[in-house]
């Protein structure tokens, strides 16, 4: 059985670009939860979906947002690009049995 | 509020013991977790207790959780070179089951 999947693994933007990220959760996972990693701020919560509503949301600016398809993907997009907006984005998908999480290894972003 | 606070680092000779403490505010948590990440990785999850146990033992690892002193361990028998990651606790708040707090990561290093 696959993992979970995300990709890019890594990319490089500059200031005031856009990024799409995308996550594939394990099959038959409903539930996709996205976090950010960062050295000064540690793993903080973005945004969780279940049959392509929202959730739940952190505490981050309306610049970050998600969706979740059909099929259970899920995308997040950050607008705006500001250099506090480099991390490490991690993907985990939620067993529907268990409610264990299972992570992707991230998306590592740069912002120039 | 939520937080959930760690000790950075922890150094260890390879088979000794490793004990990785842990804090957390929310005394309405129902569980608490303990994930592992390698270098370059997502993160692993290793265990985790619910918050009416005391203690949890699977194989090398045990958990010890203290409600009255919101106090968490997370302790590793034989601990082996395999073991150096960065070990991350976290607890599900109770008005929020969709999302984990997380705290800062203990760096664990098993010195040969």
């Known amino acids: 059985k696959a993992g979970v999947t995300q990709t890019p693994r890594y990319l490089i933007k500059t200031r005031g670009q856009q990024v799409t990220l995308s996550c594939s959760p394990i099959?038959?996972?409903?539930?996709v939860s996205w976090y950010q990693q960062t050295p000064g701020q540690g793993l903080q919560f973005l945004f969780e979906?279940?049959?392509?509503?929202?959730?739940n949301k952190g505490n981050f600016p309306g610049r970050f947002s998600g969706r979740q398809f059909s099929n259970s993907r899920s995308e997040m997009n950050v607008s705006t690009l500001e250099l506090g907006d480099s991390a490490l984005y991690l993907c985990?998908?939620?067993?529907?049995?268990?409610?264990?999480?299972?992570f992707g290894e991230g998306s590592r972003l740069t912002v120039l | 509020g939520e937080d959930v606070e760690q000790s950075l680092f922890l150094s260890v000779r390879e088979g000794d013991s490793s004990v990785i403490n842990c804090t957390y505010t929310?005394?309405?948590?129902?569980?608490l977790y303990w994930y592992k990440q390698e270098p370059g990785a997502g993160l692993q999850l290793l265990t985790y207790?619910?918050?009416?146990?005391d203690m949890k033992q699977d194989q090398r690892l045990t958990v010890l959780l203290n409600k009255k002193d919101k106090h968490l361990s997370l302790r590793i028998a034989d601990t082996q070179t395999g073991d150096s990651a960065i070990y991350f606790c976290?607890?599900?708040?109770?008005?929020?089951?969709?999302?984990?707090?997380f705290g800062s990561g203990t760096r664990l290093l098993v010195r040969p």
């Open positions: 099959s038959g996972h409903r539930s």
């Open positions: 985990a998908s939620s067993d529907p049995n268990t409610g264990e999480l299972f």
């Open positions: 207790i619910f918050s009416n146990m």
């Open positions: 976290a607890e599900t708040p109770m008005d929020s089951s969709y999302k984990l707090i």
């Open positions: 929310d005394s309405s948590s129902t569980y």
């Open positions: 979906y279940f049959s392509e509503t929202q959730r």
